[in-house]
């Protein structure tokens, strides 16, 4: 069978689903690849690499849609693409499916088969495949670059002989893959660094990345993100309340906020509000990962960088990984290679799409005409 890559259609898209590494792996598992020309380009792959490693290159989006028989590319595919789609053709990629209807409704109708990168399940045979924690490790590190680039000051403290400079004190809210990777690279470049999630559970990790866990003055236990299985719900208006009145105590000390809080098919929760905004030093920055689901900072414009009245910086980019798209792709790819070594038991090229495995039924949304979002609780943990 023929796995194809298409060139990303969404403007400034820079990453691509395929690498000439991964297509060196695809083709031991006996696949022919394809790649649309110039698709790996904005994350440093030329099609002279990819022809190198045996990837055949396709001159349109078109030929290449056609001639595959599987399509990896990594964002919500548009209304176009997926009306290049056929019957028993197979495309893996984010869907968003609890928020794409129509994206679902279009694979049903034609027969074609989705799975959606981020509905692997999280257990630990699947995070080779996990491409949400792979692309949200990139989005922490990069946020706190992002951070620097805009913050007119050092992270580390220093005694130099032209006078003392104090570290930056940086305060990462949500302390799950993006926020233990923000925590790791303020960390490292020397900041002081404070962290709070609602699961107490991460306080020891974030303890041990060299931060300091952030408690609350709350009576009740904070939230058990066990019985949700290791994912946040929604907070009671007591906790949220001792969470702001907290976060109101600290906004005048932190130089840098990283915002990071998610609840699984939610809106973010708004977290920092307004006049802790105000409160805020001239000069400091937000970067507000959340700005997709809505942002966790009051002021937050998805996409775009604002300064407020009193000189703080929100950063509301939605694109992080694409900023590093050379590692995001290679990550990217390796996690999609890893999912069509599930899907290729016997390395002979053909997809055996085994609805009956946890992972390939957890992260298929269409199969065979049918929608099979969502899926049946994973039997293994
Ligand atoms: P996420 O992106 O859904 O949320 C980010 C963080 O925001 C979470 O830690 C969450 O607790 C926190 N949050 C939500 N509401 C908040 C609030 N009001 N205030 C402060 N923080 C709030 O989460 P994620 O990073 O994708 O991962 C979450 C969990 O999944 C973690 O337990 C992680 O270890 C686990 N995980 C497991 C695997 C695996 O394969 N076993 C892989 C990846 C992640």
């Known amino acids: 069978m023929k796995i194809g890559t298409p060139k990303e259609v969404i403007e400034g898209e820079a990453r691509v689903a ?21 698709a790996g380009l904005a994350a440093g792959f030329t099609d002279a690499a990819y022809k190198e490693a045996g990837v ?21 595919p548009t209304d176009e693409e997926m009306g290049r789609l056929t019957k028993n053709k197979t495309l893996i990629s984010f869907f968003n499916p609890g928020g794409n209807e129509a994206g679902l409704e279009a694979a049903k109708a034609k027969g074609a088969n989705v799975i959606a990168m981020e509905m692997v399940p999280r257990i630990s045979r699947a995070q080779k495949m996990d491409a949400l924690s792979s692309m949200a490790n990139i989005a922490g590190y990069r946020a706190v670059i992002e951070a620097g ?10 005694i130099t002989a032209a ?3 104090p570290p930056a004190r940086v305060l990462v809210v949500g302390a799950g893959v993006a926020g233990l990777a923000a925590i790791g690279a303020a960390v490292s470049l ?3 660094v404070y962290a709070f999630d609602v699961r107490p559970e991460v306080a020891e990790q974030v303890e041990s990345m060299g931060a300091e ?19 946040a719900s929604v907070s009671s ?23 990071t809080a998610l609840i699984p098919n939610r809106e973010a929760p708004k977290l920092w509000l307004e006049d802790m905004v105000k409160a805020m030093k001239r000069g400091s920055v937000i970067v507000d990962l959340a700005a997709e689901k809505g ?14 009245d009193n000189g703080v910086t929100i950063i509301g980019y939605t694109d992080f990984p694409s900023r590093m798209a050379a590692q995001a792709s290679s990550l990217y790819a390796t996690n999609i290679r890893h999912m069509m070594t599930d899907l290729t038991p016997e390395k002979d090229g053909q997809v055996n799409h085994n609805m009956d495995d946890d992972v390939i039924r957890g992260a298929t949304v269409a199969f065979d005409g049918e929608i099979t979002f969502p899926p049946p609780p994973p039997k293994v943990a």
Request: glycine fraction near 10%.
């Open 18 to 38: 395929m690498t000439p590494d991964s297509a060196l792996q695809l083709q031991k598992l006996g696949y022919e690849c394809l790649i649309e020309t110039g």
């Open 295 to 308: 942002g966790n900072v009051e002021g937050t414009v998805a996409d775009e960088k604002v300064v407020t």
């Open 56 to 76: 055949t290159i396709k001159k349109t989006a078109n030929a290449l849609w056609k001639d595959a028989d599987i399509i990896a590319k990594v964002r919500i």
């Open 190 to 192: 020397g900041a002081v």
């Open 213 to 231: 866990f952030v408690y609350l003055d709350f009576e009740e236990e904070q939230q058990d993100g066990a019985a949700t299985g290791g994912y």
């Open 163 to 165: 006078g003392k400079v």
């Open 237 to 259: 208006p007591e906790f949220r309340e001792a969470q702001l009145a907290k976060f109101r105590e600290l906004a005048p000390e932190m130089d840098i906020v990283i915002t």
């Open 149 to 158: 680039n805009n913050y007119g000051r050092f992270f580390t403290g220093q």
